[in-house]
């Protein structure tokens, strides 16, 4: 079942566990608030959930599991997880996490999204955390600063990652499609906040379509 989030691009980026693709997927017709006031966010969510890194995101392993695999395992078992041998499947995936929901044994993986849910009281929404809007929008504005600097020659290790290789920082994006495919987008974005005083007029906060930035 799908979980209801608000609607407009202040629920997007102003929520915890609004998944990107979701919002894409409900926000298509050209009067939704975000399409009509400043479209070129909506291109931007749309442009970001159809890479091959939104897939990756969406696949990894997050705080919420790393809070709930505990009780999982003691649900599957019978047994407290310290009170399991070493060479046990779950104690494995405990002790070594794997960076990917993928590399789980489903019945746990499953097991830990249900006990994380019960332990907050029913809300699942950290669970998607690396695909949520919110999210996505600080990492891309990050990597977008980053990209922005280093073109002038400017790199600052306090502000910025140093390197987006995603073999390292897997919940950053690939930097060839990131230029190539979200650069120009973000760009687009602060220009239409720029060029339509978005910020400056309040419109951001009144209309609850637009972040404020």
Known sequence: MRQKYGTGSAELFGRTGVDLEWWVETHQGPQEP???VIPELGQFAR?????PDFKRWKDLTGNAHVTGVGKAIEKLTGQSVFDLDRGHPYSKVY???PKYKSEWPSELLE???KAYAEMMGGDRRKLNYYNS????WARMVEQY???KLAAVGISNPWLTQLS??????????DQEVFEEK?????????QAIKDRSLVAKGESYSYGRLPLL
């Open 133 to 136: 809007g919110g999210e996505v």
């Open 164 to 173: 987006y290789d995603t073999q390292d920082i897997p919940q950053m994006m």
């Open 95 to 97: 002790y070594d996490l």
């Open 111 to 113: 097991a830990t999204e």
């Open 145 to 147: 600063v980053a990209t």
């Open 182 to 190: 979200i650069l120009p987008l973000l760009d687009a974005v602060f």
């Open 47 to 51: 442009a970001v959930v159809s890479t």
């Open 34 to 36: 975000t399409n009509s």
